[in-house]
T-cell receptor, first 112, second 112 residues
Framework: KQEVTQIPAALSVPEGENLVLNCSFT??????LQWFRQDPGKGLTSLLL?????REQTSGRLNASLDKSSGRSTLYIAASQPGDSATYLC???????????FGKGTLLTVNP | DAGITQSPRHKVTETGTPVTLRCHQT?????MYWYRQDPGHGLRLIHYSYGVKDTDKGEVSDGYSVSRSKTEDFLLTLESATSSQTSVYFCAISLSGLYEQYFGPGTRLTVT
């Protein structure tokens, strides 16, 4: 059974800092990995989808990397801003229904 | 943003009453999913659909049923609501099983 872990559970940084969020998964036979952002009381916004054949995917100040063999992905946020404050979730699809298995998320607070 | 709406957005109901939540999409995506999100458990799959009238169970399907009579609509029914079904319910869609999943805004359900 796939398990997804995100460390740290919470992170507080000053504005402008570069930061890395971590995601690990137990079954390396994944098709892709998706990073989401969730603001309090809101739905999930897809940030990046990184395919199993890719090592990196970039969108603006966000860069996601994937190392299937070690079961790890990182989300790098450059020059963090207070508006980046949210919970960040990673998820991998699996099984015949491609359901997403989610980590519990990292709560990011960027202080002005 | 993916064209996904959920209704109602908030609902309070009493134990033992049936409740139906609706997910509507304008993207013509084949796959639709219902997840619930609870503190300490994260997001878990309830049911999913891979086409009109094609549905199957997820990991926490007891007490729930679904129907999909049109591509754009996926209904989740709580046959007899219980307090343990108090949660935030999210609908998601995907063009194909291994493509990006997009989430709706969620429905907050409280069962008293």
């Amino acid at each position: 059974k796939q398990e997804v872990t995100q460390i740290p559970a919470a992170l507080s940084v000053p504005e402008g800092e570069n930061l890395v969020l971590n995601c690990s998964f137990t079954d390396s036979a994944i098709y892709n990995l998706q990073w989401f952002r969730q603001d309090p009381g809101k739905g999930l916004t897809s940030l990046l989808l990184i395919q199993s054949s890719q090592r990196e995917q970039t969108s603006g100040r966000l860069n996601a990397s994937l190392d299937k063999s070690s079961g790890r992905s990182t989300l790098y946020i450059a020059a963090s801003q207070p508006g980046d404050s949210a919970t960040y979730l990673c998820a991998v699809p699996g099984g015949s229904n491609y359901k997403l298995t989610f980590g519990k998320g990292t709560l990011l607070t960027v202080n002005p | 943003d993916a064209g996904i709406t959920q209704s109602p957005r908030h609902k309070v109901t009493e134990t033992g009453t049936p409740v139906t939540l609706r997910c509507h999409q304008t993207e013509n995506h084949r796959y639709m999913y219902w997840y619930r999100q609870d503190p300490g458990h994260g997001l878990r799959l309830i049911h999913y659909s891979y086409g009109v009238k094609d549905t199957d169970k997820g990991e926490v399907s007891d007490g729930y049923s679904v129907s999909r009579s049109k591509t754009e609509d996926f209904l989740l029914t709580l046959e007899s609501a219980t307090s343990s079904q108090t949660s935030v319910y999210f609908c998601a869609i995907s063009l194909s099983g291994l493509y990006e999943q997009y989430f709706g805004p969620g429905t907050r359900l409280t069962v008293t």
